[in-house]
Structures are given as C-alpha cells and as structure tokens.
C-alpha cells in the first residue's frame, strides 16, 4: 500500500502556506455570497473522515476537494478572502465545477425559510449565520460513501472509504509540479466502471460486508438514471434512489441532503440522531423515529435544516452507544 501514497517531501507547516497560493495556469472565477457564508459549515458533510483523500481543509481555511463530474475528474479549491469565495479549479472537470460553484455553496438554499420556534434553534442560528446547505449536483460521490456507512461504526466506514479511494481511485488533476499539492494526496473517485470490477476481495479488505458491496455494485450499474435524481424534487429523487435495492430511507436522506441540498430531507433509521431531537427539543433522550418526527413537524419544508442546527447547538445527551468520532464532528 506505502508505494501508492506520494511522499510527503515538505514540512507540514510549508504545505500548509504553499497549498494556498495563488492559482498558476489554472481557470479561476469568483463569487460573492448574498451573505455571511462559513466554507467549513457548507462543506463539511463532504468530508468522510479527518483523513479522507477527495476532501482536506489546511490550516488558513483553503479547502480542496475532488469530484467526478459528467465532464469527467476534477479538483476543486476554495477560500474565503473577506467575504469574496476565491476559486481555481484543475482537470477535465474544472469548467463544470467553477460553472456550479454558487449553487454548491448554498446559492439556491433560503435560510431565511426557517422559522426556528425552539430558543434552541434560534440561539444556534443567531451564532452560525454562515450556515447554508451545500449542494453537489452528484448523486453518487455521496451515495457510495452513505451505503458504507450503513450499520458499521464511523471509523470503519471512513476507513474503507479512504481505502477504496486510494487503491482504485485516481490521482486528482492540479498543479503537478508543486510539492505541496502532491503533499496533499488527494484522489478522485473511481468512476462507475472501475467500481463495477472491484473484486471481491478487495471490499473484504475494506472491511465491507457482501450486503454493502452489492448495494454499491447495483448502484453504480444504473449510474446514469441516479444521477438523474440530482435535478428531481425530493420526494422523486428518493424514490429514484430507493429503486436499488438496499438503499432505504436512511442512505437516501444522506445522499441527498449533499447531492440536491434537500432542506427537509429528515434521517431516519439512525442510531443516534432520534435521540439527540429528543433530548434537545423535549428533553427525551430515548426518543424514537416517530417521536423524532413528531417533534420535527413544526419544520416540515426544513427538517434537515433543523437537526443540522440541533448537531450544530452541542445540545447532546450521554451516551452509551459509540460516541462521535472528530470526524462526525467535522462533518456537521
């Protein structure tokens, strides 16, 4: 495995200054935000684990992500220069990512559609006012890592992911002769193809059981008609999605709150998120799915919305099952 991963030839601080440099022989464009917008709050959900290899965030705030697009691979990076999201993009993908780059950063979202009744969800909101809900255009970046994370704990589904990415991915496109990008070692996705002729030893060596892996398979051979679902309204687009077999409820809602930035696609079918709900909005913490809902009727229209503020609040009730790892975390 060692032999696939570019060294790291540059002290880490050095990446961190170098990767945020000015853009050279790259196609740039950007963009000013209607209002305040916070990159790590809009893009986290992207991010499958501190370590994953389509997504990295550098200490001055720069992010850099990687996307299979209909265009085909690219990369992506960002940063917020007071207000003003600076972007350069590489790779035949790179038209096709600055074109959507409003519409990823939350352009077609309204916060302003949500009426926060509990103090709790006001008081959140007050204090993140750069949150908006991102939204991708491409259903199956997000679908393959939510059907990894089915039943499995966080740090497993991270690590499969990451390995999946790095062994049959590709490199991302960039600047190639600049150390601090290679340092960063970012891959793009395998297309729907190469993810068909992953052998089934390699999922076993991933850590991902025979009944995820042949979700993934089935999924990626009606590729087309799920990405389809990516320009459909939200009670279309899970239906789409809930064609495959052994994607339910749970792993549509996590698809599409990325892929078409659905404000009311609520997850049910967690292990912890009824809980959390309950706890915060009825001091129940051994709510259940119908409670959950229940007690998100008041937000239908913007039920995502919500439980993002209510993860977002730290309102949480002890746990006993598995905490959330830094990454889970992160993603919020």
């Known amino acids: ?14 990446v961190v200054r170098q990767a945020a440099a000015p853009a050279k022989d790259a196609p740039t464009r950007d963009w000013t935000p ?33 996307g299979r697009t209909p265009t085909g691979p690219g990369t992506l990076r960002l940063s917020d220069q007071g207000g003003r999201i600076e972007a350069a993009a590489w790779g035949p993908g790179a038209p096709w990512l600055l074109d959507r780059l409003p519409t990823l950063l939350g352009a077609e979202d309204d916060p302003d559609a949500f009426r926060p009744y509990h103090r709790l969800l006001a008081v959140t909101r007050h204090r993140r006012p750069g949150l908006r809900l991102l939204r991708t255009g491409l259903v199956l970046e997000s679908l393959i890592p939510s059907v990894l994370e089915q039943k499995v704990t966080t740090d497993e589904a991270y690590r499969a ?16 002769d600049d150390a601090a990008f290679a340092a960063l070692g970012l891959y793009v996705m395998p297309d729907p193809r190469t993810w068909s002729l992953v052998p089934s030893w390699e999922w076993h060596r991933a850590g991902v059981d025979a009944k995820r892996s042949a979700t ?15 320009g459909m309204d939200l009670p279309e687009a899970t239906a789409r ?24 696609a609520v997850t049910v079918g967690d292990l912890h998120l009824p809980g959390i709900v309950g706890h915060a909005l009825a001091d129940n913490r051994h709510a259940d799915d119908e409670e959950m809902l229940a007690l998100l009727a008041p937000y239908e229209g913007q039920r995502h919305r919500a439980t993002r503020l209510i993860l977002l609040s730290g309102r949480v009730p002890p746990r006993r099952a598995p905490r959330m790892t830094r990454g889970d975390i992160a993603r919020l």
């Open 1 to 14: 495995m060692a032999g696939r991963f570019a060294p790291r030839t540059t002290p880490r601080a050095a």
């Open 216 to 230: 993934i398979l089935r999924a990626v051979r009606v590729a087309r008609r799920l990405e389809e679902a990516a």
């Open 34 to 66: 209607p209002g305040p917008l916070d990159l790590r709050l809009v893009l986290g959900p992207l991010r499958r684990g501190p370590a994953d290899p389509t997504f990295r965030i550098t200490r001055d705030g720069t992010v850099w992500r990687t």
């Open 161 to 176: 992911w990451r390995y999946l990415v790095r062994a049959h991915g590709t490199p991302a496109p960039g600047p190639t």
């Open 241 to 264: 999605l809930r064609l495959v077999p052994g994607i339910g409820p749970w792993t549509a809602a996590e698809t599409l709150q990325r892929s078409n930035g659905a404000a009311d």
